[in-house]
């Protein structure tokens, strides 16, 4: 019966198939002679390669977390918004639950957009408890952009539904802070709390630039989220700073 079977369909077959449904659909067709059949299969087997790749990776990448999960609820904190000339600086908190597998989680520079935006939502829905802490612009300038990340970690662990007993933070310590931490440096990279962390940060921080190009459109804030392009600078020369601007970054 699998013979008859049309490629076209085969190919809409594997394409609609969900991981669990790869096996089958491989020994339902491997015995098929057919060129396209077999290429079909082979590329239901490379998918099953690259998703046992996945959770290899994401096994490792919770290192951190098996090592402190003695001490209690692990949380993950990380930034986004540091290097910007506008908009505020944005932090991230998420506990993850202990037996998360959520796949692809990585540092939110080395996922695209799309990936981002799909990510958070899994994130949010799965997290034990997700916290995002904002600083202004007006803010930054007053105390210094590392006070200011600080102040913005503080928040989105206080904001916390639950109270974390162990901090993995990206390469910092906080100040005034009484829970445990653990700084890791390039730690969006290496555990999968502080990956998470970055990437609600991130997506948080996008989509406000995004809602104040709609305000402001001479900036480009939706392209290029506040950072110092060409073109950004070319705005900021022709039309002065804006409201969200930081003005010791564009002194």
């Known amino acids: 019966m699998g013979e008859q079977k049309k490629i076209s369909l085969m190919k809409e077959e594997l394409q609609a198939a969900e991981e669990t449904m790869l096996p089958s659909f491989i020994s339902k067709y491997e015995e098929d002679e057919r060129a396209g059949a077999r290429k079909l299969v082979q590329q239901a087997r490379n998918r099953m390669e690259a998703l046992e790749r996945e959770r290899q990776r994401i096994w490792n990448l919770k290192e951190y977390e098996r090592k402190y999960e003695s001490a209690g609820l692990v949380c993950g904190i990380d930034e986004a918004g540091r290097g910007p000339l506008a908009g505020p600086v944005v ?25 981002r935006e799909e990510l958070y939502e899994v994130i949010m829905n799965e997290a034990l408890a997700a916290g995002i802490g904002m600083v202004s612009p007006q803010r930054i300038d007053e105390i210094n952009i590392l006070q200011a990340t600080y102040e913005a970690m503080r928040e989105a662990i206080q904001k916390l539904s639950l109270t974390p007993d162990i901090l ?7 100040p005034q802070i009484s829970i445990p931490q653990v700084s890791i440096i390039k730690g969006d990279a290496k555990s999968i709390s502080i990956g998470a962390a970055s990437i609600i940060a991130k997506v948080t921080r996008d989509r406000l630039m995004a809602e104040y190009d709609k305000i402001m459109p001479e ?33």
Not at 168 to 174: E, G, M
Not at 232 to 245: T, V
Request: charged share 25%; hydrophobic share 35%.
């Open 168 to 174: 993995l933070n990206d390469a910092v310590t906080i």
């Open 91 to 115: 932090a991230g908190a998420v506990i993850l639950p202990k037996d998360c597998s959520i796949l692809y989680i990585n540092d939110s520079k080395k996922l695209s957009e799309k990936k």
């Open 219 to 251: 900036y480009g804030f939706a392209k290029n989220k506040g950072y110092g392009t060409k073109e950004h600078m070319a705005a900021i020369q022709l039309h002065g700073p804006s409201p969200i601007h930081r003005r010791t970054f564009i002194k």
